[in-house]
């Protein structure tokens, strides 16, 4: 996809502040499958569910020229002129905004200020809807609309094309879209289903989710590269378990249409398994831990969010049992963060645009 080279329907002194947001997601099976060195040859599908929580960008005009990214996450700041490249920097939030506004070319003097309500780096696709909520708002500042589906591939040719990052593909589609999905990936495409529920299993399964941060970070690149590498096998270990995981995330789709949800805790448990031989380092001491006792205490199944290695611990249990799961966690050091589905996606919130006096925008 080439990039996108917009010309302003507007002049610059309009444009006031833009608010915008896109929801982080936890995926409920067939993650891995969402690689292109799998779905290329095999096709691959995730069963996902966008939640309330998000990163949000604000942008505003910068009163010189320069494109300034501020991170309220990582507490950074940075200035990239409008008229040529910044220098080379490591922070990846900081490189994934660059990118796309170089990526969208309008070259505006603005401010950026992103804040998520999450930690980056948990296994929620913050790199992925950070980059699916910047596209939305430079498309919106660009004044043409770009549809759900151009946000999410765009915002994956960037983070796979121009940072090479060896990322799967669910990621954007689920910030894009929001709700949840059966999202499939082909060599020549993606699609997204809405799962077949009614209200009562939406909510009976919203309140049997419970979500765990393990108080650790990891980065998945490394996680990520070794999976890729392993999936480009024409056999082998890491390949037959994305086949078996793979056809249990049909199973969990089955389950979860149907209302069978103590079913889908066991599928999820047995995904898991395999999930733990994709690479090394998707699980770790703390992890096992953790994941036991939340068995022993009454938790049906669960798993690691993302690529693994630390972040937030999944876990379907029933309600009677959440209580001693909670508290055993806790005394392990974990901390439950209350969540719900949501179902729009990024979007943008606000866009003002008002005409203000000559002397308030003068360089």
């Not at 905004?97 to 804040?115: D, H, M, S, T």
């Not at 765009?154 to 593909?169: D, H």
């Not at 077949?196 to 939406?202: C, D, F, I, M, P």
């Not at 419970?210 to 024409?234: C, D, N, P, V, Y």
């Amino acid at each position: 996809m080439a990039a996108y080279i917009f010309s302003l329907p507007f002049v610059l002194e309009e444009i006031i502040v833009l608010i915008a947001r896109a929801p982080v997601r936890i995926s409920f099976g067939g993650g891995g499958t969402d690689l292109a060195a799998y779905y290329d040859r095999y096709g691959g599908m995730v069963v996902s569910a966008s939640i309330n929580k998000y990163i949000y960008g604000i942008v505003t005009k910068n009163f010189d020229t320069t494109f300034q990214i501020i991170s309220a996450d990582y507490q950074t700041i940075l200035n990239v002129p409008t008229d040529g490249q910044s220098a080379s920097i490591s922070n990846n939030e900081m490189r994934l905004a660059q990118a796309v506004y170089e990526y969208f070319q309008l070259n505006l003097p603005v401010n950026v200020f992103i804040a998520s309500e999450v930690p980056p780096g948990t296994g929620l696709g913050s790199s992925g809807t950070t980059c699916a909520l910047l596209c939305s708002v430079f498309s919106a500042l660009s004044g043409r609309s770009m549809t759900k589906h151009q946000i999410a591939e765009s915002a994956y040719e960037i983070e796979t094309q121009r940072l090479e990052a060896p990322v799967g593909k669910q990621d954007q589609y689920a910030a894009a879209f929001g709700g949840l999905n059966c999202i499939e990936f082909h060599e020549d495409g993606v699609t997204v289903t809405p799962l077949a529920l009614n209200a009562s299993t939406v909510r009976r399964l919203e309140r049997r989710l419970m979500l765990f941060f393990t108080g650790s970070t990891r980065q998945a690149r490394k996680i990520l590269h070794e999976q890729r590498q392993a999936s480009e096998q024409s056999s082998g270990r890491t390949v037959e378990a994305l086949h078996r995981i793979k056809d249990l995330g049909w199973q969990i789709k089955a389950a979860i249409e149907e209302g069978r949800l103590d079913d889908f805790g066991a599928m999820l448990d047995e995904s898991w398994q395999y999930k733990k031989s994709l690479a090394q380092g998707v699980t770790n001491a703390l992890i096992d831990t953790a994941y036991s006792t939340a068995r022993e205490q009454g938790a049906i199944g669960g798993k690691i969010t993302g690529a693994g290695g630390g972040g937030f611990l999944m876990l379907y249990c029933p309600e009677d049992r959440q209580e001693a799961v909670r508290g055993a966690l806790s005394e392990l050091g974990l901390q439950q963060i209350r969540c719900a589905f949501e179902f729009e996606g990024a979007r943008v919130l606000l866009h003002t645009t008002l005409l203000s006096s000559p002397l308030d925008w003068q360089a």
